[in-house]
């Protein structure tokens, strides 16, 4: 399990070494796009920019949908999905600390309770 | 204050919160229903730490916790699991030990790349405010932590107390 996130980190970080990548990155975070307007914005052959968004893809940096003829390529929210459902998984797991942590303060709230009753008396 | 006095434990659950306040920071919070005395109490002996650190719920074992707490002093907990074939440790030194308001630790089992935790306690009239906040030498030292599961390597602990959220139906309104 955590070979692979693992792996999938890497992938990421391979997809993004290229700078033709990033560069269809960032043209997807203003709009999407099809692989044709893209191979035009990057003057490269429809197959040279169907490879790197395949690597894109593959990565979860980038989603396609075929609508017709034509494939639309949009930015993938992989990455940042990623994190948000580990951060709920991290708040569960603390969560279950804590709600163990609220029986301990209410138990010494009730020891001291006593001990002060003791004293008193 | 007489109108308080019917104990609903689970019922009156605060809320836990995790947000990453930056690329290098993770931030738990968490208010405690009771004063900073009792709580930094709960975190700072070791025979009540343990008691909560490891909650049943985890199907984890404590094999081991030594705990001195104090300026300069060690923590080494070692924790087994039925999933993980080795036990697992966790290390460092207490940096800060500051008595009702503030302790800071360092995570050492990670190498250079461990965070440092600083944990604050607030108290609000009756209440604390607890404010656990872990440093990360850099955005990919967090990323990392992210990526491989967890910051403690305990993905297969994720999962299981998921399945026990779900199958207990004790996660209010979780996910």
Known sequence: ?121 | MDAKRKREPTTMKNRTTVQRKSERELVVTRTFNGPARIVFEAWSKPELFTRWWVPKSFGLSLLSCEMDVRVGGTYRLVFSHPASPEPMAFFGRYNEVTPHSRLVWTNDEGGEDGAVTTVTFEQRGAETLVVMHDLHPSKEALDAAIASGSTSGFSETFEQLDELLVTTGASVGGS
């Open chain 1, 1 to 121: 399990m955590v070979q692979y996130s693992r792996t999938q980190f890497d992938t990421s970080f391979a997809a993004l070494s290229d700078v033709t990548r990033r560069g269809v990155l960032e043209q997807l975070a203003r709009a999407d796009a099809s692989i044709t307007d893209l191979a035009g914005k990057f003057h490269m052959t429809l197959t040279g920019m169907k490879k790197h968004v395949g690597v894109l893809e593959q990565a979860g940096l980038v989603i396609t949908e075929k609508v017709g003829r034509v494939r639309t390529c949009k930015l993938g929210a992989g990455r940042l999905e990623e994190e948000a459902a580990w951060i709920e998984r991290y708040r569960r797991l603390w969560e279950a600390r804590f709600d163990e942590l609220d029986n301990i303060v209410e138990e010494l709230k009730r020891k001291e309770k006593v001990d002060g009753r003791k004293k008193k008396t």
